[in-house]
T-cell receptor, first 115, second 115 residues
Framework: DSGVTQTPKHLITATGQRVTLRCSPR?????VYWYQQSLDQGLQFLIH?????ERAKGNILERFSAQQFPDLHSELNLSSLELGDSALYFC???WGAGGMGNEQFFGPGTRLTVL | AQSVTQLDSQVPVFEEAPVELRCNYS??????LFWYVQYPNQGLQLLLK??????LVKSINGFEAEFNKSQTSFHLRKPSVHISDTAEYFC?????????????FGTGTRLKVLA
């Protein structure tokens, strides 16, 4: 158990809908990263939040957004869903702003299926 | 931009046989390298990492990886695999850019240990 929790575990929805994925980092960790894992794209970095502020965006679509709340949990919002958004979404946390050698601790993921 | 290449998408091997999972990276600066393992229906777990110092790093469950700067490689090896090692293995490099540190992952190698 990494100490990172994600809810829900599974999510099935229809095209055009909007969903929210939630992540609670390890106790004491200030950084939350979101990754998307799909068969065709592999593991892709989406976005990084540190202590409530967005630090960087990766390959994140404009239909997707995220935020980190004062209690440090984070939510990833996916809207106008398309079939191709079906994937496993992971969040990871690390202490501080993250560093080159810092280990990131991954949650169990949320499997999103768009029908 | 940094990149990670895992040439083998799947590696079948018999139990108690040795295995090598290959990872090559591209970087012109100092690198920090990681191997993560993903067991079925689980999140990623850190297996081992190279930050500096000895080029040979080891995990608690018998895996080891050697950082080879001249060949830009960080191959993962185990002298004798077990059925329980069946999983997907991801090589990653820590990348600094746009004000954040994030992982760049390879496409993964699925290790299948056969009885």
């Amino acid at each position: 158990d990494s100490g990172v929790t994600q809810t829900p575990k599974h999510l099935i929805t229809a095209t055009g809908q909007r969903v929210t994925l939630r992540c609670s980092p390890r106790s004491g960790d200030l950084s939350v990263y979101w990754y998307q894992q799909s068969l065709d794209q592999g593991l892709q970095f989406l976005i990084h939040y540190y202590n409530g502020e967005e630090r960087a965006k990766g390959n994140i679509l404009e239909r997707f957004s995220a935020q980190q709340f004062p209690d440090l949990h984070s939510e990833l919002n996916l809207s106008s869903l398309e079939l191709g958004d079906s994937a496993l979404y992971f969040c990871a946390s690390t202490w501080g702003a993250g560093g080159m050698g810092n280990e990131q601790f991954f949650g169990p993921g949320t499997r999103l299926t768009v029908l | 931009a940094q990149s990670v290449t895992q040439l083998d998408s799947q590696v079948p091997v018999f139990e108690e046989a040795p295995v090598e999972l290959r990872c090559n990276y591209s970087s012109s600066v100092s690198v920090y390298l990681f191997w993560y393992v993903q067991y079925p229906n689980q999140g990623l777990q850190l297996l081992l990492k190279y930050l500096s110092g000895s080029t040979l790093v080891k995990s608690i469950n018998g895996f080891e990886a050697e950082f080879n700067k001249s060949q830009t490689s960080f191959h993962l090896r185990k002298p004798s695999v077990h059925i329980s090692d069946t999983a997907e293995y991801f090589c990653a490099v820590s990348d600094q850019g746009s004000g954040t540190y994030k992982y760049i992952f390879g496409t993964g190698t699925r290790l299948k240990v056969l009885a």
